[in-house]
Nanobody, 120 residues
Framework: QVQLVESGGGLVQPGGSLRLSCAASGSIFSINDMGWYRQASGKERELVARIFSSGATAYSDSVKGRFTISRDNAKNTVSLQMNSLKLEDTAVYYC??????????????WGQGTQVTVSS
């Protein structure tokens, strides 16, 4: 079992920055990928960024060039640096852990979510 604890959310003005952090504990496998998702009010959850155990990353088009995902495997943490924040970035952000057990079986866990509000 994996536990994910998030921190760093809050209120920020447009153009500002925030850094989200997620600490993973429990039965952590070396080969895994972790990511950040978000869900705005009235909308479905969407992928923001993902980082694999190799360090390779993937971003949604809406955050490319503004957000940066990183991980520290020794500390089992993943972070999301968010710059040039926009009103549209307002959402609850969730940390995600995923491991492929086989071609068809996935082990996946979620954090509790942290609120990010961009407002003037």
């Amino acid at each position: 079992q994996v536990q994910l604890v998030e921190s760093g959310g809050g209120l920020v003005q447009p153009g500002g920055s925030l850094r989200l952090s997620c600490a993973a504990s429990g039965s952590i496998f070396s080969i895994n990928d972790m990511g950040w998702y978000r869900q705005a009010s009235g909308k479905e959850r969407e992928l923001v960024a993902r980082i694999f155990s190799s360090g390779a990353t993937a971003y949604s088009d809406s955050v490319k060039g503004r957000f940066t995902i990183s991980r520290d495997n020794a500390k089992n943490t993943v972070s999301l640096q968010m710059n040039s924040l926009k009103l549209e970035d307002t959402a609850v952000y969730y940390c995600n852990y995923r491991r492929a057990i086989s071609n068809s079986l996935i082990s996946e866990y979620w954090g509790q979510g942290t609120q990010v509000t961009v407002s003037s």
